[in-house]
């Protein structure tokens, strides 16, 4: 084991893989300090770019964003008061309010370190588990490989949002967009509609933006103006230090809370994180100040969620069990590397499982000290126009979509995702389950098809099927139970906590219209696939079933409650995001633009839109950065070796 320690460290310690974590990691910080994109948008935005670097750079540049995401959304969380990440709430109400009273520099140095220590936490108990759970792996055979994708499928269906229903649809949508090409069992192509550039199904790069990346640019767009309304002043960092050391034991006893949460993946970061806020709140004796300004609400808080994130990569390495969403698209990563997660994962590349280690221990203490950095000048800045952004942020998502085949159908499949992703998020749908669903679909298959060969239905009688289908199982027992036990309890008058203000973005109030679309749109399309379905071949049909079955009764169900809901409550179908449709035309009408004048002439009437209109610029200074913006953007393809998009106009054949 020690000779596989040093030789990882020497394989990470070379110059283009150090450069590839550093670069994650300053990825990584940028989008977490950005509220509502966080983890999944940073290595969505990173994933096209890992194929152009060897497979250990890659996945270090990955490693670097998903490390340091927690530690950067604390500059938001505390300057601000708007957590990056649904994870950071707790952080949002005490590090606000702390920088209110002229401690920004109190909650964000304690948020620092607090982070780094949980990052550290998670780099040793992933390295202690490989060795402790590798033979445990080794001995597993594919019918327990499938229940535990299958129980990364169902956990992922809770890991956001409370409505467990819609969780599963979800993730049987996942499904149905990861089976879309090639089946691997038999000589059939699945949902392709007689394109060929279906046939080698979806690319996770896109998904993943197209999702998450492009539905969360269009509500902060559309939110228009600055990001904070003033910027914060800073302090020293020496009290900081010195509340660091007073908490210390409060950190630990939160990062072991954050790294169980991340050994289950249904926990998570967000709820680990409210649990170690809690656990600060019971251990302190005066708890009149949570609320308003409680360091050891950060502490607590900050321990947990780092340490969470990094323990993610347990499951997801040994049991192709994703904790979280940006675990999943790691997880996509390691497939497409060429890396089984599992026991040919420990038994053949050790090396690379303990490079994970190095490369997370490695950011997480880098990443604090590069906060410290640069935190003091991001505190001027926090006036700032999200439009700005938008602009160069767009270009980069189209450029890592076009990277995939180099054709208009990469952008227009990250268009209609993005709409997807957009409907899913205003009607208050989970996109997480999608994700880990569509990630999942191919393994699942795979392992069921050679179980069923292998073992025929006896598999569903072994010990180690039945002892992780009780992971399933024994949750939804206990929910039944206490959901019986809260309606026989009367309800509560006491008042309201902290929490309760603060949500997830996919918990947001709904808007009974999109609500009402998407669900709509949800049963067409699981009827329409489940009529595409009998016509192909039996072995062709398994995952596509399991998928497609399920989904259309529970979308058919969420459609039913939602009408019986609104002529129940006697309520009036509202669109209340109507603010966004004009920033969703825009991208939509940028996409319509490329396919037929191309990417050099459609971009630049984007830049004029988004600086001029939406960000209300100067045209002397739109002009001067949307010109840097527009050069970066070709530099961008020139790097990747790419030609931009030439537009339909240009290529059909000229009558003459």
Same mark, same amino acid.
């Given at each position: 084991?020690?000779?596989?320690?040093?030789?990882?460290?020497?394989?990470?310690?070379?110059? $283009?893989?150090?450069?590839?974590?550093?670069?994650?990691?300053? +990825?990584? $910080?940028?989008?977490?300090?950005?509220?509502?994109?966080?983890?999944?948008? &940073?290595?969505?935005?990173?994933?096209?770019?890992?194929?152009?670097?060897?497979?250990?750079?890659?996945?270090?540049?990955?490693?670097?964003?998903?490390?340091?995401?927690? @530690?950067?959304?604390?500059?938001?969380?505390?300057?601000?008061?708007?957590? =990056? !990440?649904?994870?950071?709430?707790?952080? &949002?109400?005490?590090?606000? +309010?702390?920088?209110?009273?002229?401690?920004?520099?109190?909650?964000?140095?304690?948020?620092?370190?607090?982070?780094?220590?949980?990052?550290?936490?998670?780099?040793?108990?992933?390295?202690?588990?490989? /060795? *402790?759970?590798?033979?445990?792996?080794?001995?597993?055979? @594919?019918?327990?490989?499938?229940?535990?994708?299958?129980?990364?499928?169902?956990?992922?269906?809770?890991?956001?949002?409370?409505?467990?229903?819609?969780?599963?649809? +979800?993730?049987?949508?996942? *499904?149905?967009?990861?089976?879309?090409?090639?089946?691997?069992?038999?000589?059939?192509?699945?949902?392709?509609?007689?394109?060929?550039?279906?046939?080698?199904?979806?690319?996770? /790069?896109?998904?993943?933006?197209?999702?998450?990346?492009?539905?969360?640019?269009?509500?902060?767009?559309?939110?228009?103006?600055?990001?904070?309304?003033?910027?914060?002043?800073?302090?020293?960092?020496?009290? !900081?230090?010195?509340?660091?050391?007073?908490?210390?034991?409060?950190?630990? #006893? !939160?990062?072991?809370?954050?790294?169980?949460?991340?050994?289950?993946?249904?926990?998570?970061?967000?709820?680990?994180?409210?649990? &170690?806020? =809690?656990?600060?709140?019971?251990?302190?004796?005066?708890?009149?100040?949570?609320?308003?300004?409680?360091?050891?609400?950060?502490?607590?808080?900050?321990?947990?969620?780092?340490?969470?994130?990094?323990?993610?990569?347990?499951?997801?390495?040994?049991?192709?069990?994703?904790?979280?969403?940006?675990?999943?698209?790691?997880?996509?990563?390691?497939?497409?590397?060429?890396?089984?997660?599992?026991?040919?994962?420990?038994?053949? @590349?050790?090396?690379?499982?303990?490079?994970?280690?190095?490369?997370?221990?490695?950011?997480?203490?880098?990443?604090?000290?590069?906060?410290?950095?640069?935190?003091?000048?991001?505190?001027?800045?926090?006036?700032?126009?999200?439009?700005?952004?938008?602009?160069?942020?767009?270009?980069?998502?189209?450029?890592?979509?076009?990277?995939?085949?180099?054709?208009?159908?990469?952008?227009?499949?990250?268009?209609?995702?993005?709409?997807?992703?957009?409907?899913?998020?205003?009607?208050?749908?989970?996109?997480?389950?999608?994700?880990?669903?569509?990630?999942?679909? @191919?393994?699942?298959?795979?392992?069921?098809?050679?179980?069923?060969?292998?073992?025929?239905?006896?598999?569903?009688?072994?010990? =180690?099927?039945?002892?992780?289908? !009780?992971?399933?199982?024994?949750?939804?027992?206990?929910? $039944?139970?206490?959901?019986? #036990?809260?309606?026989?309890?009367?309800?509560?008058?006491?008042?309201?906590?902290?929490?309760?203000?603060?949500?997830?973005?996919?918990?947001?109030?709904?808007?009974?219209?999109?609500?009402?679309?998407?669900?709509?749109?949800?049963?067409?399309?699981?009827?329409?696939?489940?009529?595409?379905?009998?016509?192909?071949?039996? %072995?062709?049909?398994?995952?596509?079933?399991?998928?497609?079955?399920?989904?259309?009764?529970?979308?058919?169900?969420?459609?039913? #409650?939602?009408?019986?809901?609104?002529?129940?409550?006697?309520?009036? *179908?509202?669109?209340?995001?109507?603010?966004?449709?004009?920033?969703?035309?825009?991208?939509?009408?940028?996409?319509?633009?490329?396919?037929?004048?191309?990417? %050099?002439?459609?971009?630049?009437?984007?830049?004029?839109?988004?600086?001029?209109?939406?960000?209300?610029?100067?045209?002397?200074?739109?002009?001067?950065?949307?010109?840097?913006?527009?050069?970066?953007?070709?530099?961008?393809?020139?790097?990747?070796?790419?030609?931009? /998009?030439?537009?339909?106009?240009?290529?059909?054949?000229?009558?003459?």
């Amino acid at each position: 084991m020690l000779e596989n320690i040093t030789t990882a460290l020497g394989l990470l310690f070379e110059p $283009m893989r150090l450069l590839a974590l550093f670069a994650g990691m300053l +990825a990584g $910080m940028v989008f977490g300090m950005l509220p509502g994109l966080g983890g999944v948008a &940073a290595v969505s935005i990173l994933l096209p770019f890992i194929y152009l670097m060897d497979s250990y750079s890659g996945l270090a540049m990955l490693l670097g964003a998903i490390s340091v995401i927690y @530690t950067a959304d604390t500059i938001t969380s505390v300057l601000l008061g708007a957590p =990056g !990440s649904p994870a950071s709430a707790p952080t &949002a109400i005490e590090g606000h +309010a702390l920088a209110k009273q002229g401690k920004a520099s109190l909650a964000l140095g304690v948020g620092f370190l607090a982070s780094m220590v949980g990052g550290l936490f998670g780099a040793m108990i992933l390295s202690v588990a490989i /060795p *402790i759970a590798g033979p445990l792996v080794l001995a597993l055979g @594919t019918p327990e490989l499938f229940m535990f994708a299958l129980v990364g499928l169902c956990f992922a269906a809770s890991m956001v949002g409370k409505d467990i229903v819609v969780g599963l649809a +979800a993730a049987c949508f996942g *499904i149905l967009l990861g089976v879309v090409g090639a089946a691997p069992a038999a000589a059939n192509y699945r949902f392709i509609f007689g394109q060929s550039y279906l046939m080698d199904g979806l690319s996770l /790069p896109i998904v993943a933006l197209g999702l998450f990346a492009v539905a969360e640019l269009i509500g902060m767009v559309a939110s228009g103006g600055g990001i904070a309304g003033k910027p914060m002043t800073m302090g020293k960092w020496g009290e !900081s230090f010195r509340e660091f050391w007073r908490s210390r034991w409060l950190i630990v #006893r !939160s990062s072991i809370i954050g790294i169980f949460g991340g050994f289950v993946p249904a926990v998570g970061a967000s709820a680990s994180t409210w649990i &170690a806020y =809690g656990h600060a709140m019971s251990s302190t004796k005066d708890k009149r100040r949570f609320g308003k300004g409680e360091i050891r609400g950060v502490a607590g808080a900050e321990g947990a969620n780092n340490a969470t994130v990094i323990s993610d990569l347990v499951p997801t390495m040994l049991f192709s069990v994703p904790g979280g969403p940006a675990a999943a698209i790691f997880l996509g990563a390691l497939f497409s590397f060429g890396f089984y997660p599992g026991p040919r994962m420990v038994s053949e @590349t050790p090396d690379l499982m303990y490079m994970i280690v190095w490369s997370v221990a490695l950011a997480s203490v880098m990443g604090a000290a590069l906060c410290f950095a640069v935190t003091p000048y991001l505190a001027r800045l926090t006036r700032i126009n999200f439009a700005l952004i938008a602009a160069p942020l767009l270009l980069i998502m189209v450029a890592g979509a076009y990277q995939g085949t180099q054709t208009f159908g990469d952008i227009l499949a990250l268009l209609v995702l993005g709409v997807i992703g957009w409907l899913m998020k205003n009607a208050g749908w989970p996109r997480a389950p999608v994700l880990v669903g569509f990630v999942l679909a @191919t393994p699942m298959e795979q392992y069921f098809w050679l179980t069923t060969q292998i073992h025929g239905f006896t598999w569903l009688t072994r010990p =180690g099927v039945l002892i992780i289908a !009780s992971l399933i199982v024994v949750p939804m027992l206990l929910s $039944m139970v206490r959901k019986w #036990r809260t309606r026989k309890t009367p309800a509560s008058t006491d008042s309201t906590s902290p929490a309760d203000h603060i949500t997830s973005d996919d918990e947001a109030p709904r808007d009974t219209a999109i609500l009402l679309l998407a669900s709509s749109l949800l049963l067409v399309t699981f009827a329409y696939a489940l009529y595409e379905m009998l016509g192909f071949r039996s %072995n062709a049909r398994l995952m596509p079933a399991l998928g497609i079955v399920p989904g259309l009764l529970l979308s058919l169900y969420i459609l039913g #409650r939602q009408l019986y809901r609104l002529r129940l409550q006697g309520r009036i *179908i509202h669109l209340g995001s109507r603010q966004e449709l004009p920033v969703l035309a825009g991208i939509l009408a940028y996409g319509v633009a490329m396919w037929l004048i191309g990417f %050099n002439l459609a971009t630049p009437l984007l830049l004029a839109w988004l600086l001029l209109k939406c960000a209300g610029m100067r045209l002397t200074s739109a002009a001067l950065y949307g010109a840097i913006v527009y050069a970066t953007a070709q530099g961008m393809f020139a790097l990747m070796r790419l030609t931009p /998009p030439a537009g339909s106009w240009f290529t059909l054949p000229m009558p003459w």
